[in-house]
């Protein structure tokens, strides 16, 4: 009798099951196509590793350990589940048998030990640390998640004491069922009442398992199913490289994303696999500052309105737009598309994409906050956010020691390609002089293409308008086709991302060095002398673009130690750097009141250091945002911002000291 009860209930709990999986993941059946079939055997390995290694999840120590427990036991304890429904519905069927009674069994008693301590952990996290990143998260779920898997570890082992306790006899294969059989015989559990004891526990074991099952599809610990396809399908373009928009079905015109239709499939794959733990949002400093932004949020919240009616792509009400409903403007506005939300995703959601997609619709729209509106008039007209005219881009070059070739005209060893903050803005445009003198000092064969170059584009794209970034990015491609050089330099980063990872797309390959790279290499070919007598204690800030973005981290550390300086790294440093708050079109845009800028709160973290006078940047918009910063704290003796090349300056030997 027992089988076919537990056929009848297996059945229906994975008919349940499935069809609630079905209804949720039917519509990615319908979605746009996203691609990621290529390079199959590097994106197993990878998902192999990143799963099986916990890479990202160990990050944040205490959450990735008791992680890593939970899902090392439910490996071996999938084990005990399959004997317990084999058992149960193959009569005879022992899994353990295999083992003789042996390592099998006694795995299965370890590794219920820790996944009890895991679950421990968790419930601990979850309801006495409480983070600041479960703000938002569904509290509810993870204990229905609770109630029911730890009743699966206890009834398991109970049912395996009781077995024990019929003969009397512990074994010494499982310990720990054998440490439960003792207090059961105490009560009289023997014989008889032991064998309705281990039924008892059988089938409270059996039914904690199928209604985890059933609860599982519209659970956030989905997860456990859609975290491989996840990371599996993750993108294999550069860091940097934004996708196109997908083109509209039967026509050229490319698709905006208004409605949950015109995301791909992969989009909504991301929205289901979220596992709600907040380390995006707890590395937003969109967030941080009081934005209306929590990436985890904005995930969520796709995913919640995609499961409603107005969601699903099969109802009628599937073409209602999400920017205004489900996620308002301001939300995507407030992004510095710094990256590192997906820099720390678990489960490698793309944020960004997804942003800068809706941004898109936004720009087709016309709803654009008046200075973005200006900029991006300017970069349209002018090729700068300035509103410039090109031929004032390579003024900051008048009084130089020597005339900077023009690229376009003869060749040059170096194509210098300047970006528009170091031409434009005054504070920038001193460091480019620094940068062209020390060039000189070396005796690079520079130049630069002066009326020629326009704003490459990168952050007009991040900003949501495709039109103009392919625009400015056809005219930079078409500029640099008739030069004759070897290298593209570039002291801005978010130049150097477009240059190295965006235009490659647009069927434009150039070797891309940042101007750290080249000066590390000029002062180890001892083409710049260093005299390292000024040196002193600093720090130094890794911009976005240039680490995260392009893996760029440690040019810069060296060339301020080959200076003579002691380097102290900030807290938050390399991949897990936080963002100067300019970036994605920011700098644009009217910074609305809220909680202390990023900015500020950097130069403040580094204050924290102790014996630190020194903050170094290597990016034009940094210095720009630093400098900002240091004035509104009114730190200004305390605390300087000193661009690289600044550094170098002071540092590097001239003539006049040669002759001393």
């Known amino acids: 009798m027992t089988t076919p009860i537990l056929w009848a209930l297996t059945l229906t709990a994975m008919a349940i099951s499935g069809w609630r999986f079905w209804v949720r993941f039917r519509p990615l059946l319908a979605a746009r196509p996203a691609g990621r079939t290529d390079r199959i055997a590097d994106r197993l390995s990878f998902m192999v590793g990143d799963i099986g290694l916990h890479r990202r999840l160990l990050r944040f120590s205490y959450s990735g350990i008791l992680h890593a427990l939970i899902f090392s036991s439910f490996l071996v304890l ?33 590794f219920a030990v820790v996944i009890t301590i895991g679950l421990g952990m968790a419930i601990y996290h979850r309801f006495v640390i409480r983070p600041e990143r479960f703000e938002g998260s569904k509290t509810r779920d993870a204990t229905i998640i609770y109630v029911l898997a730890t009743p699966i570890v206890i009834t398991m082992i109970l049912e395996a004491s009781a077995r024990l306790a019929i003969d ?109 733990c907040g380390r995006c949002q707890s590395v937003c400093p969109a967030h941080a500052q009081g934005k209306p932004l929590s990436p985890k949020k904005l995930i969520m919240n796709l995913r919640d309105g995609y499961l409603t009616d107005q969601g699903l792509m099969d109802s009628p009400d599937h073409a209602m737009p999400i920017v205004g409903g489900t996620i308002q403007p301001e939300t995507l506005w407030s992004c510095t598309t710094c990256r590192a939300c997906m820099e720390v995703c678990p489960v490698h959601i793309e944020h960004v994409p997804k942003i800068v997609n809706l ?95 326009r704003n490459s584009g990168n952050d007009v794209r991040r900003a949501g308008d495709e039109g103009l970034f392919e625009m400015l990015a056809m005219h930079n491609i078409e500029q640099l086709e008739v030069c004759e050089f070897n290298r593209i330099m570039t002291t801005d980063p978010h130049s150097l991302n477009a240059l190295k990872s965006e235009y490659p797309a647009l069927g434009a390959a150039f070797d891309v060095v940042h101007y750290s790279e080249l000066f590390l290499e000029l002062i180890k070919a001892d083409r710049l002398r260093i005299n390292p007598g000024q040196a002193g204690r600093v720090t130094y800030h890794d911009p976005c673009y240039l680490g ?12 301020i130690r080959a200076l003579g300086h002691e380097l102290i790294e900030m807290p938050r440093n390399r991949d897990n750097s936080f963002c100067c708050g300019a970036g994605g079109g920011r700098i644009f845009m ?21 014996d630190i006078d020194t903050f170094v940047v290597a990016c034009p918009k940094d210095v720009v945002m630093y400098s900002a910063a240091v004035q509104a704290l ?10 690289l090349a600044e550094l170098i300056t002071e540092t590097v030997e001239t003539e006049e000291r040669v002759a001393q």
């Open 548 to 559: 995260r973005y392009n893996g760029i981290f440690d040019a810069p550390r060296d060339v």
């Open 168 to 276: 009397g006899q512990g074994s010494a294969w499982r310990p720990v069922s054998t440490l439960f059989m003792y207090p059961m015989m105490a009560l009289g559990i023997t014989g008889h009442a032991a064998e309705q004891a281990e039924g008892v526990f059988y089938w409270a074991h059996i039914l904690a398992i199928l209604a985890f099952l059933v609860y599982i599809p519209g659970s956030k610990h989905r997860h456990m199913f859609t975290a491989g396809p996840n990371i599996f399908f993750r993108p294999l373009t550069p860091k940097g490289q934004l996708p196109a928009p997908a083109p509209t079905p039967g026509e050229d015109t490319p698709t905006t994303v208004q409605a949950y239709r015109d995301f791909t499939w992969k989009d909504l794959l991301d929205t289901m696999s979220c596992t709600e």
């Open 359 to 453: 941004r898109r619709s936004l720009v087709e729209e016309g709803e654009v906050e008046p200075l973005l509106q200006s900029a991006l008039t300017n970069f349209q007209s002018q090729g700068n956010s300035y509103g410039k005219p090109a031929k004032q881009r390579a003024r900051w070059t008048k009084g130089l020691s020597y005339k900077i070739k023009d690229a376009r005209k003869e060749p040059v060893d170096i194509l210098w390609f300047v970006g528009d903050f170091a031409s434009f803005d005054p504070r920038a445009q001193k460091l480019s002089f620094l940068v062209a003198e020390l060039l000189g000092r070396a005796g690079v064969d520079v130049g630069i293409l002066y009326d020629g170059e």
């Open 590 to 610: 009217e910074d609305s009141p809220g909680g202390e800028r990023t900015s500020e709160s950097r130069i403040r973290e580094a204050m924290e250091l102790g």
């Open 78 to 110: 999938f084990t005990a589940i399959l004997e317990s429904f084999g058992s149960g519905l193959f009569p005879g069927f022992s899994l353990t048998a295999i083992g003789g009674e042996t390592w099998i069994a006694l795995l299965q008693n370890i």
């Open 634 to 643: 009114g730190v200004e003796d305390r605390i300087a911002v000193r661009d």
